[in-house]
C-alpha cells in the first residue's frame, strides 16, 4: 500500500494530513478568511476519524495562525498574515543596510532624533560623575521599579509632581512599555482598538497576545469619535491603542476636544486608553498645545508611555509608564517577568543629564534644528513630488506622511524596492495596516537621518521613480 | 422587587453574576480544580438565559484563571494560583526593604554576585575608553541582534569560534531570554516541561503564555530521564526548560551522561532544550566539568540561554541567547517587539571589557571568594542546622538549597516570616513549585550578599528559630 496511505492508520499523521489539506484549502481561498469551520463531530464523521483527530488538526491549524477558536460558537477559518511577507523582506533589508552602517544610502526610514546634535562630551562627564557618586551601586543595584531619582525627576521635571514617583515604572523604551501592558492586561481574544494606520511594533505586540484587534481610521484631529462608539457598543473592548502627537505614521494630533470626548467613552464602555506620547517635545506650529489623554485624565483610565529613546537617544534604551492603579501591580509584575529591570546605570545618568538641566537645553535644541530641516522637507515635497503626492503638515515630529495620487500608477512597495535600488530608504505604509494592501498608496518619509542636500536629493529621486 | 434581582434582568449584570456565583463555589471547593463545568446551552436552559450570558460568564472565568477551555471538550474551572499571595508577600516585603536598602538585614535571599569585589574604577577607564573611540554612536546605534563587537567577543572567548556571531542574539539578561523565547515559539495549550523545583521567574512567563506546565522531579544529577521519557510518550511537548548548573534553586547538576541521554530524547520526540546556563562560571568541586547541553547538541535542539547579569553585575542587564536555526528568525522579531534592541553603550564596554581580559580576571577572582564563602557557609549548616536540614552540597554557584526535617514542625513560609522578623531573609520553597505546597519543607539561602560573620550569626538564628 502506498506509503502515505499507511501513515493514515497512525494517528498523529492523520491529523496533520487532515490539517495540511485545510491549510491549503484557506490558503488558496476555497475556505474563506472568517469561515466557521465544521463542527469536530461532523468532520470526524465526515471523515470517518476519532473527534480527538480533528481537534488536533484544528489545534495546529490555530497554532499556525490558521485559524481561531470562538467560545460557544466553533472554529473559524483564519487567512495568515500576508503582512508576513513584507514586513519580513523590509525588515531583512533595512537589517542588511544597517549591519553595514548605513553608507551611501539616503535614509528617510528614520523614526528617532538621529544623534548628530548631541553632545557626547556633557553625556560623558554626567556618567563619570555618576559613577564617582554611586561607585559599583550604579551597576549592581537594581530596583525593578526603575531607579528612584529618576522617577523623582521623572515626577518634577515632566509633570510637576502631579505624578506620584511609586507610580512610575522605568521601562526599555515605548515598545517595552507596549508588550509589558499588553502582557499584563490583555488575555486571548480580548478585543483592542488601534488606529488605522499605526506602529506596526504596537500590531505585532498585540498579534501576539492573540487579540481581536479593530482599526479605526485616523482622521485630521484624531480618529473618528462616532465611528470609535459605535464599535464600542457593538463589542466588549479592553484598551484603545493611540498615539496623541505626531502620530506613527500618519503624522496627525488630537485636539483637546477630541480627547476630552474618548476619555468619557472609556469612562461610559469601560476600557482604557494606552497613550504612546511619542514625539510631543517636538511641537513646530504653534497652533498645537501639549495636553496628553493623561493630563485630561481625571477617572484614572490612561495607560501613559512615555519613550525618551526616539527624542533622545535610540541606545540609550528607557523610557517610562504611569499604570492606572487597577493595572499597576500587574504590570509591574509584568516588567519583572519581562527582564527584571531596566539597565541601572542609563538611568542614572539620565537622571543626572534631566537634573542639570541639559534635557531641556537638548530638547530646545533640536526643535530648532529639527523645525528647520521639517520646513526643508516640506518645500521639497511640494516643490517636487506637488502633483504626485497628497499630505498633511503634521506641525510637529519627525516624518511625513505620503499618499500617492490615486493617477499616479506605482504603488508604495514597489516604490520601496525601486527607490532601494536608486539608493533610498523609504518606509511602506502597508506596513501600518492589519491589511496592508490599504497601506500601498501610502509611504512615510522622514527628515531626522538626512542632510538637507540628501532631502532633495532623494525627493527628487522619488519625484522620478513617480514619473516613469 | 429586590435591586439585584431587577439587575438579573439586564443581561450584562446577569452574566457577571453568574460568574460571581461559580467563582465562590471553586474558591469553596464546592466546584473542584480540573471539575468540568457545565455546557453552555445545558446551564442556559437551567438558570434560563441566553446561550450569551453563559459564553460572557465563562469568559469571565477564564480572562481571571478560575476556568480554562479546551476545544472539543469544554470548560473546566481552575483553582486559583494560590501561590500568589505568597509570591505577592514575598516579593512585597522584598520590594520594602530593598527599597530602603538592605539595612541590617542579613540578606541570605541573594541569587547573583554582590558586586563587592567588582573593581569600579576598571570599568570606568573601559566606559570611558568606549565612549572615546564611539562617541555618540555608542548611545544611538541600536543594531536589533546586538552589538556585533560583543557577539563576536561571545564568540571567540566563550565558544572558541564554535558558534557565528551572527547567531547570536543579545538579550537583557536570562529572564528577558526566557520571556522573547517564550513569545517565539509557544503557543497557547502548548506543554513544556520543567524542573521540579525550579525558577519562579521561568514558571512565571511559561504561566503568562497559558502553556501546560509538566514538572518533573530533580534527583542528585537532573531529572529522572525515564520518568521524562514516559511523559513523552504521552504528551505532545514543545520544549523542556533546564538549568544545567546549579539549578535554582535546588543546586544540582546535570552529568553528561543525562545531558546526552535528554537530547537523544529531543530529537526522538521533537522537543526543544531551553538551557538557562545559571551560574556554571562558579565550579568549586573538581569533579564537576563544564558542558554544556549546547556543547554536547548535534541536532540543533538546544535555546541556550546566558545572563552576564548575574556573574557579573546585575544591573547591567546584558545576557545572550543561541537559538536553533528553526526558531532563529522567530526569536530575533520576538526580540524586537520586546524591546528593540539592548542598551548599546554596556554592550560596548561589557565587549571591551572581556576583550581586555578583565571579564577572566573578574571570574577569576569570584571563584576564590566564594569558594571561600561556599565552605563557610557549608560548615556553618553542618554545625548549627544537622539535626534540623537535609541538603546535599551544590558543588558551585551562590546558594544552599535545604530542607526541614520531618521532625521538625515548621514550614519554610513561617520560618521566612519568622526569620524576616530576627532580621534574617531566606527564600521559601514554596516559590519553585507549581503546587507551592510542596515546597512547604524546603528553603534557600545563599551567601554572597553576606559577611561570614553574618552567615555564622543569620544560621545560628535560623537554628534557634527551628528550635523553638
Same mark, same amino acid.
Given at each position: 500500500?502506498?506509503?502515505?496511505? =499507511?501513515?493514515?492508520?497512525?494517528?498523529?499523521?492523520?491529523?496533520?494530513?487532515?490539517?495540511?489539506? &485545510?491549510?491549503?484549502?484557506?490558503?488558496?481561498?476555497?475556505?474563506?478568511?472568517?469561515?466557521?469551520?465544521?463542527?469536530?463531530?461532523?468532520?470526524?464523521?465526515?471523515?470517518?476519524?476519532?473527534?480527538?483527530?480533528?481537534?488536533?488538526?484544528?489545534?495546529?491549524?490555530?497554532?499556525?495562525?490558521?485559524?481561531?477558536?470562538? =467560545?460557544?460558537? *466553533?472554529?473559524?477559518?483564519?487567512?495568515?498574515?500576508?503582512?508576513?511577507?513584507?514586513?519580513?523582506?523590509?525588515?531583512?533589508?533595512?537589517?542588511?543596510?544597517?549591519?553595514?552602517? &548605513? *553608507?551611501?544610502?539616503?535614509?528617510?526610514?528614520?523614526?528617532?532624533?538621529?544623534?548628530?546634535?548631541?553632545?557626547?562630551? /556633557?553625556?560623558?562627564?554626567?556618567?563619570?560623575?555618576?559613577?564617582?557618586?554611586?561607585?559599583?551601586?550604579?551597576?549592581?543595584?537594581?530596583?525593578?521599579?526603575?531607579?528612584?531619582?529618576?522617577?523623582?525627576?521623572?515626577?518634577?521635571?515632566?509633570?510637576?509632581?502631579?505624578?506620584?514617583?511609586?507610580?512610575? /515604572?522605568?521601562?526599555?523604551?515605548?515598545?517595552?512599555?507596549?508588550?509589558?501592558?499588553? +502582557?499584563?492586561?490583555?488575555?486571548?481574544?480580548?478585543?483592542?482598538?488601534?488606529?488605522?494606520?499605526?506602529?506596526?511594533?504596537?500590531?505585532?505586540?498585540? +498579534?501576539?497576545?492573540?487579540?481581536?484587534?479593530?482599526?479605526?481610521?485616523?482622521?485630521?484631529?484624531?480618529?473618528?469619535?462616532? !465611528?470609535?462608539?459605535?464599535?464600542?457598543?457593538?463589542?466588549?473592548?479592553?484598551?484603545?491603542?493611540?498615539?496623541?502627537?505626531?502620530?506613527?505614521?500618519?503624522?496627525?494630533?488630537?485636539?483637546?476636544?477630541?480627547? +476630552?470626548?474618548?476619555?468619557?467613552?472609556?469612562?461610559?464602555?469601560?476600557?482604557?486608553?494606552?497613550?504612546?506620547?511619542?514625539?510631543?517635545?517636538?511641537?513646530?506650529?504653534?497652533?498645537?498645545?501639549?495636553?496628553?489623554?493623561?493630563?485630561? @485624565?481625571?477617572?484614572?483610565?490612561?495607560?501613559?508611555?512615555?519613550?525618551?529613546? !526616539?527624542?533622545?537617544?535610540?541606545?540609550?534604551? &528607557?523610557?517610562?509608564?504611569?499604570?492606572?492603579?487597577?493595572?499597576?501591580?500587574?504590570?509591574?509584575?509584568?516588567? &519583572?517577568?519581562?527582564?527584571?529591570?531596566?539597565?541601572?546605570? =542609563?538611568?542614572?545618568?539620565?537622571?543626572?543629564?534631566?537634573?542639570?538641566?541639559?534635557?531641556?537645553?537638548?530638547?530646545? =535644541? /533640536?526643535?530648532?534644528?529639527?523645525?528647520?530641516?521639517?520646513?526643508?522637507?516640506?518645500?521639497?515635497?511640494?516643490?517636487?513630488?506637488?502633483?504626485?503626492?497628497?499630505?498633511?503638515?503634521?506641525?510637529?515630529?519627525?516624518?511625513?506622511?505620503?499618499?500617492?495620487?490615486?493617477?499616479?500608477?506605482? @504603488?508604495?512597495?514597489?516604490?520601496?524596492?525601486?527607490?532601494?535600488?536608486?539608493?533610498?530608504?523609504? #518606509?511602506?505604509?502597508?506596513?501600518?495596516?492589519?491589511?496592508?494592501?490599504? *497601506?500601498?498608496?501610502?509611504?512615510?518619509?522622514?527628515?531626522?537621518?538626512?542632510?538637507?542636500?540628501?532631502?532633495?536629493?532623494?525627493?527628487?529621486?522619488?519625484?522620478?521613480?513617480? #514619473?516613469?
Amino acid at each position: 500500500m502506498n506509503k502515505y496511505l =499507511m501513515d493514515l492508520r497512525k494517528g498523529k499523521v492523520k491529523y496533520l494530513m487532515i490539517e495540511e489539506h &485545510i491549510k491549503n484549502l484557506i490558503d488558496k481561498n476555497k475556505i474563506k478568511d472568517g469561515e466557521k469551520l465544521p463542527a469536530i463531530r461532523e468532520l470526524a464523521r465526515i471523515l470517518k476519524v476519532n473527534n480527538i483527530t480533528i481537534v488536533n488538526a484544528y489545534k495546529e491549524l490555530q497554532s499556525k495562525g490558521y485559524a481561531v477558536l470562538k =467560545m460557544g460558537s *466553533g472554529t473559524y477559518a483564519k487567512k495568515r498574515d500576508i503582512n508576513r511577507n513584507l514586513n519580513r523582506e523590509y525588515s531583512r533589508a533595512l537589517k542588511r543596510i544597517f549591519s553595514n552602517e &548605513i *553608507g551611501d544610502y539616503i535614509d528617510f526610514t528614520g523614526e528617532t532624533s538621529s544623534g548628530e546634535f548631541f553632545q557626547i562630551d /556633557l553625556f560623558k562627564n554626567v556618567l563619570n560623575e555618576v559613577l564617582d557618586r554611586d561607585g559599583s551601586r550604579a551597576l549592581i543595584y537594581q530596583e525593578p521599579l526603575g531607579y528612584e531619582g529618576l522617577r523623582k525627576s521623572i515626577s518634577d521635571v515632566f509633570w510637576k509632581d502631579s505624578v506620584n514617583p511609586e507610580d512610575i /515604572l522605568i521601562v526599555s523604551g515605548a515598545q517595552q512599555g507596549i508588550d509589558v501592558v499588553s +502582557k499584563a492586561i490583555l488575555n486571548t481574544d480580548d478585543s483592542v482598538i488601534v488606529e488605522k494606520p499605526t506602529y506596526s511594533g504596537a500590531l505585532s505586540v498585540f +498579534k501576539s497576545r492573540r487579540s481581536e484587534i479593530i482599526e479605526i481610521p485616523v482622521e485630521k484631529n484624531g480618529v473618528n469619535v462616532d !465611528k470609535l462608539e459605535k464599535i464600542l457598543q457593538k463589542n466588549n473592548i479592553k484598551c484603545f491603542y493611540t498615539m496623541s502627537y505626531f502620530q506613527n505614521p500618519s503624522g496627525i494630533s488630537y485636539d483637546d476636544d477630541k480627547k +476630552k470626548q474618548i476619555l468619557r467613552l472609556a469612562e461610559i464602555y469601560n476600557f482604557y486608553i494606552i497613550e504612546d506620547d511619542y514625539l510631543s517635545e517636538l511641537i513646530y506650529d504653534s497652533n498645537i498645545k501639549y495636553n496628553s489623554f493623561k493630563s485630561l @485624565d481625571h477617572n484614572d483610565r490612561v495607560i501613559y508611555i512615555k519613550s525618551f529613546s !526616539k527624542i533622545f537617544l535610540p541606545g540609550i534604551r &528607557i523610557g517610562y509608564l504611569i499604570p492606572p492603579e487597577k493595572f499597576r501591580e500587574n504590570i509591574q509584575n509584568s516588567k &519583572i517577568n519581562t527582564d527584571i529591570a531596566t539597565s541601572s546605570l =542609563m538611568q542614572r545618568a539620565l537622571d543626572l543629564y534631566i537634573r542639570k538641566g541639559m534635557w531641556k537645553d537638548y530638547i530646545n =535644541m /533640536l526643535n530648532i534644528k529639527y523645525k528647520d530641516m521639517y520646513i526643508y522637507m516640506g518645500k521639497c515635497i511640494v516643490k517636487y513630488l506637488n502633483d504626485k503626492v497628497d499630505f498633511t503638515k503634521p506641525g510637529g515630529g519627525l516624518h511625513f506622511y505620503l499618499k500617492i495620487k490615486d493617477s499616479i500608477e506605482i @504603488d508604495s512597495i514597489s516604490l520601496f524596492k525601486e527607490a532601494k535600488r536608486r539608493g533610498v530608504l523609504i #518606509t511602506p505604509g502597508s506596513l501600518y495596516y492589519k491589511n496592508p494592501s490599504e *497601506g500601498k498608496k501610502y509611504f512615510k518619509i522622514g527628515f531626522s537621518h538626512v542632510s538637507k542636500e540628501n532631502i532633495k536629493r532623494g525627493i527628487q529621486i522619488l519625484n522620478s521613480l513617480m #514619473t516613469i
